[in-house]
């Protein structure tokens, strides 16, 4: 079964709203969660990493103020999109490292923004 | 971070097996290979990982020559289902190096 779950897997929203996805361990911590982006055909895009109790490392190009990233516990990193706009609609995948072991990967959370 | 280079595409029938290769000519000695496979709108599933020489599980196969500066994944008797992109990452596996993913290998299986 899954043990990085992501919530919602689909959702909708208005241009200039926000909205949170969430990612969580299921039956383990992870100090560490990776937030990537996917558009169609495309490879995953690493985001940013999110750091349990300390602000989110992000890449290169992207904007922290307009992807916030929460990691207030060993089980728990929210994304949040602000002021959404269509160009911000895409697949977004969140993972965690289990400890000492492999990453695993969410099943993913399909934003469109209208 | 070791970058990784596999084919974009590859064919082929049901019942056959598939071998992807990825090279990674800069890995560094703390790194592991780990394979991943992505149906459409789905995260990476985990594959198989390993070091070096082969590793096997019930899915597949990886092999991994003495210099590690490839692998090949095996993918034994395909069918229709293993239709997907595949994704071949090298990266330390005891500490908390983020994943950059390549632009992977999509493979069709036609009956």
């Known amino acids: 079964g899954a043990v990085v779950s992501q919530h919602p897997s689909r959702v909708i929203c208005k241009s200039g709203t926000s909205v949170k996805i969430e990612c969580r361990s299921l039956?383990?911590?992870?100090?560490?969660m990776f937030w990537y982006r996917q558009f169609p055909k495309q490879s995953l895009m690493l985001m940013a990493t999110?750091?349990?109790?300390?602000?989110?490392?992000?890449e290169q190009g992207v904007e922290k103020d307009k992807f916030l990233i929460n990691h207030a516990s060993l089980t728990l990193s929210t994304l949040t999109v602000t002021s959404a706009h269509p160009e911000d609609s895409s697949f977004y995948i969140c993972s965690a490292r289990r400890e000492g072991n492999t990453i695993y990967f969410g099943e993913g959370s399909w934003l469109t923004v209208v | 971070l070791a970058k990784t280079t596999q084919p974009i595409s590859m064919d082929s029938y049901e019942g056959q097996e598939v071998n992807i290769t990825c090279s990674h000519n800069?890995?560094?000695?703390?790194?592991?290979i780990t394979w991943y496979q992505q149906f459409p709108s789905q995260g990476p599933r985990f594959i198989i990982q390993?070091?070096?020489t082969k590793v096997t599980n019930e899915v597949a196969s990886l092999f991994i020559p003495a210099d590690r500066k490839s692998s090949t994944l095996s993918l034994p008797r395909v069918s229709l289902s293993d239709t997907a992109v595949y994704y071949c990452l090298v990266g330390d596996n005891t500490g908390f190096q983020k994943l950059v993913f390549g632009t992977g290998t999509r493979l069709l299986v036609s009956p």
């Open positions: 999110s750091n349990e109790g300390s602000k989110a490392t992000y």
């Open positions: 039956d383990f911590q992870a100090t560490t």
């Open positions: 800069n890995i560094a000695t703390n790194d592991y």
């Open positions: 390993g070091y070096k």
